[in-house]
């Protein structure tokens, strides 16, 4: 099953770079990742202030704005898009991903399969 795991960092260095890991411990993630077989596909997002929000009003009116302008600290670093056997085994590899530790997060969710 495929789980995407969402990098949410809480504290970023002077360089826009996750503060409580090295470029290092990533590299060792995602050697660890792909050497497991599990690699279905990943990114890390450019800078935060390169961010553009699109909304959509009721009357089909677009509003484009710079940034996200989200109401929290952490900002969404990156990804991994993983196939694993289970939520479980999705949840480990979670755990290991350097973007956990410290003031960061990782959210786990399944990817939707609509037999396509």
């Known amino acids: 099953m495929k789980y995407m795991l969402l990098i949410h960092a809480g504290a970023i260095d002077g360089n826009g770079a996750a503060a409580e890991c090295t ?8 050697r660890a990742v792909r050497d497991a077989g599990i690699h279905v596909s990943s990114e890390s997002l450019a800078d935060l202030v390169t961010a553009t929000t699109v909304r959509v009003g009721p009357a089909g009116e677009r509003t484009v704005t710079d940034g996200p302008f989200a109401e929290t600290r952490e900002v969404l670093g ?8 289970d939520l479980d085994a999705a949840l480990d590899w979670a755990a290991r991903c350097p973007g956990s530790r410290g003031s960061g997060a990782v959210v786990v969710r399944p990817v ?3 037999g396509v």
Not at 78 to 85: A, K, S, T
């Open 78 to 85: 990156g990804f991994y898009v993983i196939d694993v056997p």
């Open 23 to 30: 470029p290092e411990d990533w590299m060792a993630y995602d």
């Open 112 to 114: 939707a399969d609509f």
